[in-house]
């Protein structure tokens, strides 16, 4: 059974940095993009960042560039997002996501990490 | 980028009545388009990808149609466990994903 679990939600100040994490199982990580997707509370979803299964490329929406990091550690099977300089706007739930081969849409989803950024 | 429109933004609807939901694309997607069902303080779950086909699990009264950029969801006889929002996605051009803002299918 796939199963997405994120941790490293939290409250963050304005201006700071958090680190999240997706841990992996039920599948062959490596062999899968993945990607991170957030909604802020009330609204709908945004594609944030993704990685291909060997981390050699990475792709971040123009909001979040220069600031979030996606990478990947496939000897443990998790998924990072490396965020910093954050804003207001970037509160809300943090949902990794495990891609479809061929680049098909997401498949399985994780439950989600809060991120509420206060100044 | 590539603007994906759902409408209606809530539509109210009976248990056993047909729910149609429709979703338009900014510039043709092909038919790389899924829809995804959320409930309140769930994750986003996968019902329909390349327009018309079931994920697994997805019972039958789910169908999806459309190509290009004009997309249909339609929930043929609904169930209380349908009510939800529904998000339609499209995949055309990787990675750049964009989703619609959502329809709520409430009572």
């Known amino acids: 059974e796939v199963q997405l679990l994120e941790s490293g939600g939290g409250l963050a100040q304005f201006g700071g940095s958090l680190r999240l994490s997706c841990a992996a199982s039920?599948?062959?990580?490596?062999?899968?993009?993945m990607s991170w997707v957030r909604q802020a509370p009330g609204k709908g979803l945004e594609w944030v960042s993704s990685?291909?299964?060997?981390?050699?490329?990475?792709y971040h929406a123009d909001s979040v560039k220069g600031r979030f990091t996606i990478s990947r550690d496939n000897s443990k099977n998790t998924l990072y997002l490396q965020m910093s300089s954050l804003r207001a706007e970037d509160s809300a739930i943090y949902y990794c996501?495990?891609?479809?081969?061929?680049?098909?849409?997401?498949?399985?989803w994780g439950q989600g990490a809060l991120v509420i950024v206060s100044s | 980028e590539i603007v994906m429109t759902q409408s209606p933004a809530t539509l109210s609807v009976s248990p056993g009545e047909r729910a149609t939901l429709s979703c338009r694309a900014s510039?043709?997607?092909?038919?790389?388009l899924a829809w995804y069902q959320q409930k309140p303080g769930q994750p986003p779950r996968r019902l329909m990808y390349?327009?018309?086909t079931r994920a697994t699990g997805i019972p039958a009264r789910f169908s999806g149609s459309g190509s290009g950029t004009e997309f249909t969801l339609t929930i043929s006889s609904l169930q209380s466990e349908d009510f939800a929002v529904y998000y339609c996605?499209?995949?055309?051009?990787?990675?750049?994903?964009?989703f619609g803002q959502g329809t709520k299918v409430e009572v």
């Open positions: 996501a495990k891609v479809v081969v061929g680049a098909r849409g997401f498949d399985y």
């Open positions: 390349d327009a018309a």
């Open positions: 039920g599948f062959i990580f490596s062999n899968y993009a």
């Open positions: 996605q499209q995949y055309n051009t990787w990675p750049s994903w964009t």
């Open positions: 510039q043709s997607v092909s038919s790389n």
């Open positions: 990685i291909s299964g060997g981390s050699s490329t990475t």
